[in-house]
Every structure is written in C-alpha cells, then in structure tokens.
C-alpha cells in the first residue's frame, strides 16, 4: 500500500487546514490508519488514529482541535487541524497498519505544516 499525504501548508495561528492521506489501494483492509508528526529536533509523535469501526484516538494536545477521520470508498484520510498553534508546526505523516500489526508498516512522504504566531 502506498499513502499520499498532501495539504500542508504555511497559516496562521488560529486557522485551519485540511491534510488528506491517499492510499493506493483499499484501506479497508487496514485496520489503522493514523497522522503522525515530527518537529525539528524532536521525536515523531502520533497525533491521531482512526480504526476500520471508526473509533478515534487523539493525543491530548490536539483533542478538541483535530478530526481524523477516514472515507473507504476513496481510499483517503482526513486530519481536520483547527485552531491552529506555533507548536503544531511539524512534518505530518499519515500512517497504516493491518489488523494484528502492533506498529504501523506503511507511511506516506510526509507534508509539512507551519503555524505562525
């Protein structure tokens, strides 16, 4: 499976942005998908994750902010940033893994998103 990450981009604090992952084929057979991202000098963190029933996860600095959510019939899914913050400035990657996976086995190239104060 290969994953397209796009919709990154420069906004300023307070706004929005919509990142869209595109999977080469049926992510319904992935039981997770899920948007991480990495800052400059710091770990890559998992931001949300969204499995094949629809239940989310959220880290808790974006919880009220973000929706992940995720359409099978165009093999895509949506990170929903709003509310924008200087710190959620990072690479965003969208991620997937099969039922039974315990870590994610395929990841897109990454879109990068700049929040400014």
């Known amino acids: 499976v290969q994953l397209q990450a796009s919709g990154g981009g420069l906004v300023q604090a307070g706004g929005s942005l919509r990142l869209s992952c595109a999977a080469s084929?049926?992510?319904?057979?992935?039981?997770?998908m899920g948007w991480y991202r990495q800052a400059p000098g710091k770990l890559r963190e998992l931001v949300a994750s969204?499995?094949?029933?629809?239940?989310?996860n959220y880290r808790d600095s974006v919880k009220g902010r973000f929706t992940i959510s995720r359409d099978n019939a165009k093999n895509t899914v949506y990170l929903q940033m709003n509310s924008l913050r200087p710190d959620d400035t990072a690479v965003y990657y969208c991620?997937?893994?099969?039922?039974?996976?315990?870590?994610?086995?395929?990841w897109g190239q990454g879109t990068l998103v700049t929040v400014s104060s």
């Open positions: 991620a997937g893994r099969r039922l039974g996976r315990s870590s994610y086995e395929y």
């Open positions: 084929e049926s992510i319904f057979r992935l039981n997770a």
């Open positions: 969204i499995n094949t029933g629809g239940s989310t």
